[in-house]
């Protein structure tokens, strides 16, 4: 029998599908933390998620729309940025594993589909950009095969577009998604990287820097597929 207050892991439970995340992005609002196994808790910006675009998230989309090349967001939520480039005439899709992430994404206009990033999508090889936003270079808690895989969905002059932390940071953990009640989703693996680190398996991933910058406190990189002798890779 489990202690009191303690609940029995549920067997085949999703992280982000079948925890809070889930209820926050039905609802619009958190609080939310990523909790580690040692206690620490990371916020996540349920609200931002759920507004209209801010002026950083404008540094992403402005470097879309000009280059008005069909554009994938990995990890789309619930689909500001997506449906925005709708809105604006750039062809784009979302993909997202929470369905009512992507239900609200789709309610806002913006094409989404529930599937991992790492399931067959559409357009594979074809992407002019692709964007990793709010965090979401920590999917899988493995970033140099993330990136690798990006770089797969990536047309041979295509450019992938970055959110990364803060600092020096390079951090490979277990988490759950944690509520304002304490409660909490299944734990998955998870990674935090800054600019540095995320470099390091950018170029290992067959990308170079194209260019860095921060905007009200969020930091950001453009990756470019680099070109050798034998074409893209």
């Known amino acids: 029998m489990n202690p009191p207050g303690i609940l029995a892991p549920a067997p085949h439970r999703r992280p982000w599908s079948d925890d809070p995340y889930t209820e926050a992005m039905r609802t619009g609002r958190g609080p939310l933390w990523l909790r580690r196994d040692d206690g620490h808790r990371h916020p996540l910006d349920v609200e931002r998620w759920c507004a209209p675009p ?90 140099s095969a993330l990136l690798r895989r990006a770089a797969e969905l990536l047309a041979h002059d295509g450019l992938l577009l970055v959110e990364v932390e803060p600092g020096d940071l390079d951090e490979r953990v277990t988490v759950s998604v944690e509520d304002a009640r304490g409660r909490s989703g299944p734990a998955f693996p998870w990674a935090r990287l800054g600019a540095p680190a995320a470099l390091r398996c950018a170029v290992g991933a067959g990308f170079s820097l194209a260019d860095a910058w921060t905007s009200q406190g969020r930091h950001f990189l453009a990756l470019r597929r680099r070109t050798g002798r034998y074409g893209s890779y």
């Open 54 to 143: 801010g002026p950083a998230d404008w540094t992403l989309l402005s470097r879309c729309l000009r280059r008005g090349l069909p554009t994938l967001d990995i990890g789309c939520g619930p689909g500001r940025l997506v449906a925005e480039l709708q809105t604006r005439g750039l062809a784009a899709l979302g993909v997202d594993i929470t369905h009512t992430a992507v239900a609200r994404a789709r309610a806002l206009g913006g094409n989404a589909l529930c599937r991992s990033v790492f399931d067959p999508l559409p357009g594979e090889s074809r992407w002019g950009t692709v964007l990793l936003a709010d965090g979401n270079l920590g999917i899988g808690g493995n970033p």
